[in-house]
């Protein structure tokens, strides 16, 4: 049976605006009154998972920043990793002279050097405001402890950034398309699916007990872990072919998801 289940927030669980469908929301429910566990996964920090969950009522397992971090329900933190501190400085030395907007993440902010309207607008999609800091480089591994650093741009501009990266980082970092717009950059080790490994050790389940949804790169490690993955079908070719299934929502997963529990029973 399954007995986890973990859900993706943007593209998947939430829309552009932010909201969760009521349909979802009644379906999580109707889910963990089946006794099936959720987590959510996410590029976002943790405190963004939290105003999610208020949205929702209940109070789920939390994975963020692409697997920086894991809490429990009852708020265990059961995973913390960080960038070493050279490592983040000469990335976003070298990333902020080009045409790029960059973010850095600590657990609980986001940063940047210079605030200005396009920051505006982008902040307009989170849950947390962006903190300007123009000595951002200088903060690094002094009052921020970096654990993400996130470059929007335009899709190839940030693939091809991304080749670079890992032409010459490879044995450092991770990198994953997070969003069409969004190359998110992380420790080496660092994703949803090495996170979902820590959760599942300390629950006691095994990888044929989770499913598992989403709708981007970054999920793929996820998809990989368990037969029962359902990719979004706003995803791109390449993301849906590694999942299982193909749905339209969170709930359609879901109810999948009841229906083999039910077979099995």
Same mark, same amino acid.
């Given at each position: 049976m399954i007995k986890l289940f973990v859900s993706d927030l943007d593209g998947t669980l939430l829309n552009l605006k932010?909201?969760?469908?009521?349909?979802?929301? =009644?379906?999580?429910?109707?889910?963990?009154? /089946?006794?099936?566990?959720? !987590?959510?996964?996410t590029g976002r920090m943790d405190i963004e998972i939290a105003e999610v969950l208020?949205? @929702? #009522? %209940?109070?789920?397992?939390?994975? /963020?920043?692409? #697997?920086?971090?894991?809490?429990t329900k009852d708020h265990q933190s059961l995973h913390s990793f960080t960038f070493e501190? =050279?490592?983040?400085? %000469?990335?976003?030395?070298?990333?902020? *002279?080009?045409?790029?907007?960059?973010l850095i993440a600590d657990y609980e902010k986001n940063y940047t050097e210079k605030r200005d309207e396009l920051?505006? =607008?982008?902040?307009?999609?989170?849950?947390?405001? @962006?903190? %300007? *800091?123009i000595e951002l480089l200088t903060a690094l591994g002094q009052s921020i402890i970096p654990s993400k650093i /996130?470059?929007? #741009?335009?899709? %190839?501009?940030?693939?091809?950034?991304?080749?670079?990266?890992v032409e010459c980082r490879s044995d450092e970092v991770e990198t994953y398309i997070s969003d069409e717009h969004c190359l998110d950059v992380l420790p080496k080790n660092i994703s949803k699916g090495n996170a979902l490994m820590v959760l599942m050790e300390h629950l006691g389940i095994k990888t044929d007990e989770?499913? !598992?949804?989403?709708?981007?790169?970054?999920?793929?490690?996820?998809? =990989?872990?368990?037969?029962? /993955?359902?990719?979004?079908?706003?995803?791109?070719?390449?993301?849906?072919?590694?999942?299982?299934?193909?749905?339209?929502s969170v709930s359609e997963a879901i109810e999948k998801v009841l229906e083999l529990n039910k077979s099995i029973v």
């Open positions: 932010k909201e969760v469908s009521p349909t979802d929301i =009644q379906s999580l429910k109707k889910l963990k009154e /089946s006794d099936v566990d959720i !987590c959510l996964a208020k949205m @929702i #009522g %209940e109070t789920y397992h939390r994975i /963020s920043q692409n #697997g920086a971090f894991v809490r501190y =050279q490592l983040a400085k %000469e990335i976003f030395e070298k990333v902020r *002279n080009m045409p790029f907007i960059t920051i505006v =607008q982008l902040e307009s999609r989170m849950f947390a405001p @962006i903190e %300007e *800091n /996130s470059i929007l #741009g335009e899709y %190839e501009d940030l693939s091809a950034f991304q080749k670079q990266l989770i499913a !598992c949804i989403g709708d981007s790169f970054n999920d793929i490690p996820m998809f =990989q872990l368990t037969p029962h /993955s359902f990719a979004m079908d706003i995803a791109l070719p390449q993301v849906k072919k590694e999942a299982a299934y193909v749905v339209s």
